[in-house]
């Protein structure tokens, strides 16, 4: 028998809501599955159907990227009914949506975006690095083929502050005056 508290086809939507209301940018499929399936009472399979009939009748919408979000119908309902989940529920599913929405806001704030240049000769690397008050660095760098593109940007994702740092020093280094 399931050991956990979320237990029948409502306290399951419940849940889904009660999450997706917690977290600051839509998510995907696997996010939003990962951070639902916290209690042993609930299956895939029930998590499925329950996000199914939400979607369905409107308190979740699946954009075209496929990322999931809340809806305000579905943000009202769960604002009337959160307190119905039981409380180690609730924090455990608090601390679960406060470390994916740090990894969110960062992924928000840490952009690289890959185009081909139209003589499609080479290609252009935009990098974006933002902050709570808005852009803080926008680096553009062509590349000569897709492949040396691609790992700029993703090298630029997972370093953006050292990248953002070194040019920083590099121009108000005082020796170099």
């Known amino acids: 028998m399931a050991r956990g508290f979320i237990r029948n086809p409502l306290d399951v939507?419940?849940?889904?809501?009660?999450?997706?209301?917690?977290?600051?940018?839509?998510?995907?499929?696997?996010?939003?599955?990962?951070?639902?399936l916290c209690d042993e009472g609930m299956d895939y399979f029930?998590?499925?159907?329950?996000?199914?009939?939400?979607?369905?009748?409107?308190?979740?919408?699946?954009?075209?990227?496929?990322?999931?979000?809340i809806t305000d119908k579905g943000r009202s309902n769960c604002a009337i009914?959160?307190?119905?989940?039981?409380?180690?529920?609730?924090t455990k599913c608090d601390r679960s949506t406060q470390?994916?929405?740090?990894?969110?806001?960062?992924r928000d704030q840490i952009r690289a975006a890959v185009t081909p240049t139209p003589n499609?000769?080479?290609?252009?690397?935009e990098m974006v690095l933002d902050d709570d008050a808005g852009n803080v660095m926008t680096l553009q760098m062509a590349a000569p083929d897709r492949l040396q593109?691609?790992?700029?940007?993703?090298?630029?994702?997972?370093r953006a502050e050292q990248v953002y740092h070194a040019?920083?020093?590099t121009l108000l280094d005082e020796e170099s005056r």
């Open 46 to 69: 029930q998590f499925a159907d329950a996000l199914g009939a939400l979607t369905e009748n409107g308190h979740v919408n699946q954009g075209e990227d496929g990322l999931l979000s």
């Open 81 to 90: 009914c959160a307190k119905e989940l039981p409380y180690s529920v609730r």
């Open 120 to 125: 499609r000769e080479r290609y252009t690397v």
């Open 13 to 36: 939507r419940l849940l889904i809501l009660y999450i997706l209301d917690r977290l600051i940018l839509p998510v995907t499929m696997a996010e939003l599955t990962d951070l639902a």
């Open 99 to 106: 470390a994916l929405n740090r990894d969110l806001k960062r």
């Open 149 to 158: 593109a691609e790992l700029l940007a993703q090298r630029f994702q997972g």
């Open 167 to 169: 040019v920083l020093s």
